[in-house]
């Protein structure tokens, strides 16, 4: 079948980093991605990663190993404004279309 | 741009009601998508349109839910009848392209079936 995991709840400290993970399971493999969701509003794109390695993007980067169906997106220097839920993506082979499964979130608490 | 137009922002209705929730897609995207969040399964793409046209639907929970889009900047989704178990918060978001680029959420139809 096909699958994420990431954890359901983190806490951190302003000004500090964070790392959320996500692994995956899916009929094939075409990318994966993190979407940004505040409470009560629609997600938003953060990142997408299809070849192995770290992306930057500013205080955000994410990370992918294929080969161990992981990622994680990594938040530096955090803000209060950061706390939210971030959800991972993956998009899988479903024969004659693509599938894209998303996690049920990671909800991100960042405390004074 | 306005981005993605959802309406009703929120819909109150009693079982066995029809619903229809309303999508206006951003200008030049020629992909439409429409999602359920709730709190136990959270996100589910229900199915996407190509140019209008469908492309899966395999998440379409069951017959009761059908979906159009009679054109480039319009689409429906429509729950009849409805349960409270249909009870979620609903997304449509457009992409330039596809699975693999950046979707634009709507802000979403909360819906309650009572």
């Known amino acids: 079948g096909q699958n994420i995991d990431q954890p359901t709840e983190m806490t951190a400290t302003e000004g500090a980093i964070v790392q959320i993970n996500c692994t995956y399971q899916t009929s094939g493999f075409n990318g994966l991605f993190w979407y940004q969701q505040h409470a009560g509003e629609a997600p938003t794109f953060l990142s997408y990663n299809v070849l192995d390695g770290l992306e930057e993007k500013g205080r955000f980067s994410s990370f992918l190993s294929r080969s161990k169906g992981y990622s994680y997106l990594l938040l530096k220097e955090l803000q209060m404004k950061d706390s939210a839920s971030y959800l991972c993506?993956?998009?899988?082979?479903?024969?004659?279309?693509?599938?894209?499964?998303f996690g049920t979130g990671t909800l991100l608490a960042v405390q004074p | 741009d306005a981005g993605v137009i959802q309406s009703p922002r929120h819909e109150v209705t009693e079982m066995g009601q029809e619903v229809t929730l309303r999508c206006k897609p951003i200008?030049?995207?020629?992909?439409l998508f429409w999602y359920r969040q709730t709190m136990m399964r959270g996100l589910e793409l229900l199915i996407y349109f190509n140019n209008n046209v469908p492309i899966d639907d395999s998440g379409m929970p069951e017959d009761r839910f059908s979906a159009k889009m009679p054109n480039a900047s319009f689409s429906t989704l429509k729950i009849q009848p409805s349960e409270p178990r249909d009870s979620a918060v609903y997304f449509c978001?457009?992409?330039?392209?596809?699975?693999?680029?950046?979707?634009?959420f709507g802000p979403g139809t909360r819906l309650t079936v009572t």
């Open positions: 200008s030049g995207h020629d992909y």
């Open positions: 993506a993956a998009r899988g082979d479903g024969g004659a279309t693509n599938k894209l499964i």
């Open positions: 978001a457009s992409s330039l392209a596809g699975l693999a680029y950046e979707q634009y």
